[in-house]
């Protein structure tokens, strides 16, 4: 978890404005990528005020710094978990913004070419400031437009309802190298999660940073929470324990429940302000 810290320069990772060193890859160099920021708030905390802050003032702010280089930039405000589902994953509640760009040497570039600098001082800070924030924490994963691997993919048409996308931030454990564990996740893992009742869509991804907490990102989505529930706290068939241990999921983890659509739309201008 990315910790709230008084530095100015370290506190740019917080929402849109994430300044880890990014390691480009070629495979991916000219490929579509999308940056996920998880923006957790914290207990005690009200949600409007963050909204308030984030939908008045960061969010345009970043859109005006980086605009040249975004192709899309939504966020989605999370579900509000049961406490089952806490107890058993410690999901987060808050928000989840996604930020889509044509290439990671263009995310890079937005960085290098920011019209606020890499000052935080130049953002409005939120109440309290940034090195007293105690309104939320964030973490952030960059990751290909193009999932890694694609374990279940069924139709997910317009509907009433939302679908519940399921998005989890992983890390291996210590001692467990990523070709070990993306062996035994493909190889699997995956096909057990796949076989789950419910699941519409599960994608992997590995994550296109260095310097980040999380390194690989998987997505569910399912019909609703009650078959979340019925995949997960009530399975009829446990998973298979990983080769280092642990319970599912197998990894250090942080979460957030969304639908599958945005309820902020920053480039077009379609939100509504608490």
């Known amino acids: 978890m990315i910790q709230i810290a008084p530095s100015r320069r370290g506190m740019l990772g917080l929402i849109g404005c994430s300044a880890l060193a990014l390691a480009a890859r070629p495979a991916f160099a000219g490929s579509a990528i999308k940056h996920y920021i998880l923006v957790e708030l914290q207990p005690g905390a009200d949600q409007l005020a963050l909204d308030r802050w984030y939908m008045t003032y960061h969010a345009p702010e970043v859109r005006r710094a980086y605009q040249a280089w975004q192709r899309n930039y939504f966020s989605f405000r999370s579900y509000l978990p049961p406490k089952e589902a806490i107890d058993a994953f410690g999901l987060s509640y808050g928000r989840m913004t996604e930020i889509h760009f044509d290439a990671l040497e263009d995310f890079r570039e937005s960085r290098r070419n920011s019209l606020y600098g890499e000052d ?4 409005t800070p939120p109440p309290g400031g940034w090195a007293g924030n105690t309104l939320f924490k964030s973490t952030t994963a960059t990751i290909p437009a193009t999932p890694g691997r694609l374990f279940v ?3 997910t048409p317009p509907r009433p309802a939302p679908y519940l ?8 454990p210590e001692g467990v190298t990523a070709p070990d564990g993306d062996a035994w996740v493909e190889g699997t893992l995956g096909a057990q999660l796949a076989a789950l009742p419910g699941l519409r869509r599960l994608a992997w991804y590995k994550v296109l940073t260095e310097r980040g907490p999380y390194t690989r990102v998987a997505e569910f989505w399912f019909e609703d929470y009650a078959a ?4 997960f706290l009530k399975p009829a068939k446990p998973l298979s324990a990983a080769p280092w241990g642990g319970a599912f999921p197998f990894a250090g ?4 429940f969304i639908g599958e659509r945005p ?7 379609e939100r509504v302000i608490p």
């Open 253 to 256: 983890a942080k979460s957030m």
């Open 120 to 123: 935080l001082g130049s953002f």
């Open 228 to 231: 979340w529930r019925a995949a």
């Open 153 to 155: 993919s069924l139709p």
């Open 165 to 172: 996308r399921w998005i989890v931030f992983l890390r291996y």
């Open 263 to 269: 309820d902020i739309d920053f480039i077009h201008d």
